[in-house]
């Protein structure tokens, strides 16, 4: 299993992965981190910003808890455990955008292995520092800088 992070451009990495190495997409590319306002990004709770309600079950995740933010988009790993299962087990996960790393630390507990492409060096940073926390040095790769 391997988990590699690409420090670079999501647009120039993903013309090098190879054909058919991946089995799930997840992303969110750069957006306006949840509200219009500096106090709609702020002030909500993590299922008010990150779920649409509506009827039917695509929206019908079970409860998970918020986290301490190491950024303003940081996903919950917990709900990202329940979307990286689109994925077979034991599948690739990609996630372009990665931000913080949630995805990739769900992928990990989730049986999944993982790409992550991230371009922002201090974000990049808090993504190493994630998956290292979570895996054994022979299973993480680095990758990058790729421009
Ligand atoms: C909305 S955030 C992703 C949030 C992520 N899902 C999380 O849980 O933290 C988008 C990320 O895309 C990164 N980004 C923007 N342009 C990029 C590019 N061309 N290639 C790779 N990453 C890029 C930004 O630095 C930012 O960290």
């Keep these: 299993m391997t988990y590699t992070l690409h420090r670079g451009d999501a647009l120039t990495v993903l013309k090098f992965l190879p054909d058919e190495s991946i089995n799930a997409v997840i992303t969110t590319p750069p957006y306006n981190s949840g509200g219009r306002t500096s106090s709609e990004r702020t002030s909500r709770g993590v299922r008010a910003k990150y779920v649409t309600s509506g009827s039917g079950s695509a929206h019908d995740l079970k409860p998970f808890p918020g986290e301490n933010c190491l950024r303003v988009t940081q996903k919950p790993v917990e709900i990202m455990q329940q979307l ?11 996630a372009p955008f990665t931000g913080s790393g949630s ?17 922002g060096l201090r974000h990049a940073d808090i993504v190493e520092q994630r998956l290292r926390a979570e895996l054994t040095k022979d299973d993480f790769v680095l990758a990058g800088p790729e421009a």
């Design 84 to 94: 990286v299962q689109i994925c077979p087990e034991g599948g690739a996960v990609l």
């Design 103 to 119: 995805t990739g630390v769900a992928a990990f507990r989730e049986g999944r292995q993982f790409h992550g492409v991230e371009l």
